[in-house]
């Protein structure tokens, strides 16, 4: 029973977090909206694996007069398991339409378990700063990354990783992430117990109580304290709002620049997102990326 509750702070229901944006997602082109004009390029290989493309979509402001863009990668929820860049679409057009160059991305999914994800993301960093890709895209080479629920602890394992290696993204924004995959975490609200065997695969492990991965995949515990964070979390969310506030402590315990903004209700994920949030949200990466 203990390690079903445990399990259960990582409970992203798929109907749940494959939801959110309900604007219709942009169309391959040139796309006008509102007075701005977004160019849309889908399916770009940016990284093979095992023989296999992994692609992502951009979405491109067209302004003769203005750029260069800083970047924002977007990373899909899906428990690990399912959804696509496509599910990302709508905010990446948003996002465009903001002077921000949004690229949607697609990352190994299971059977492929930690850190495969976070080294795809990372991957995806590492292309998008070479001299080819700024150049098409007219990129000012600033990045930031951000996830949707399975996709937030993802960007904030790779953010982890990159800042390590000594290239850190210059910001991180997060939907429903847990923060804490360990035993610790039964202290955290009062978790869902389901989706007990994707977390296990998702860590590589078969019993989490003898799962070394699990705090090495814990963001909680591998803050990135270089990088900006906005944590962005429903109250009542699926993912008990306690993984955000003991996140948000140990960021700031490390000197980190976080904030935390917690939305009224059950939503989650993109379901987060709106008219308020979204002000925030472009607010908080266009302040931390040089425009």
Wanted: proline fraction near 6%.
């Amino acid at each position: 029973m203990r390690t079903r509750l445990l399990l259960g702070v990582v409970a992203l229901v798929s109907a749940v977090l494959l939801a959110g944006c309900q604007s219709s997602p942009p169309a391959p082109g040139a796309t006008t909206t509102g007075g701005v004009t977004v160019d849309v390029e889908k399916s770009i290989a940016y990284e093979q694996v095992d023989g296999k493309d992994l692609d992502l979509d951009a979405c491109i402001p067209k302004d003769d007069s203005a750029g260069p863009f800083p970047a924002v990668i977007l990373i899909h929820g899906g428990a690990f398991q399912e959804g696509s860049r496509s599910n990302m679409l709508s905010l990446c057009g948003e996002l465009a339409k903001d002077g921000l160059a949004a690229f949607a991305i697609d990352y190994r999914l299971l059977p492929a378990s930690f850190p495969a994800q976070a080294e795809d993301t990372a991957t995806a960093v590492d292309w998008l700063r070479e001299t080819a890709q700024t150049d098409r895209f007219n990129l000012s080479g600033d990045i930031a990354l951000l996830g949707s629920s399975a996709g937030g602890i993802i960007a904030l394992t790779a953010a982890d990783a990159l800042a390590k290696s000594g290239s850190p993204v210059s910001a991180v924004v997060t939907l429903s992430a847990a923060g804490d995959l360990t035993s610790e975490a039964l202290a955290l609200g009062d978790p869902d117990p389901s989706l007990e065997e994707v977390v296990l695969s998702y860590l590589g492990c078969d019993d989490i109580d003898d799962c070394p991965q699990a705090v090495t995949a814990s963001p909680r515990f591998n803050v990135p304290a270089d990088t900006p964070t906005l944590l962005v979390h429903g109250s009542e969310d699926v993912i008990p709002v306690e993984q955000a506030e003991a996140l948000e402590q140990a960021m700031r315990e490390a000197g980190a620049d976080v904030t935390l903004l917690v939305v009224d209700g059950e939503r989650h994920g993109l379901q987060l997102i709106d008219n308020g949030s979204r002000v925030q949200i472009r607010d908080f990466l266009v302040d931390r990326m040089s425009p």
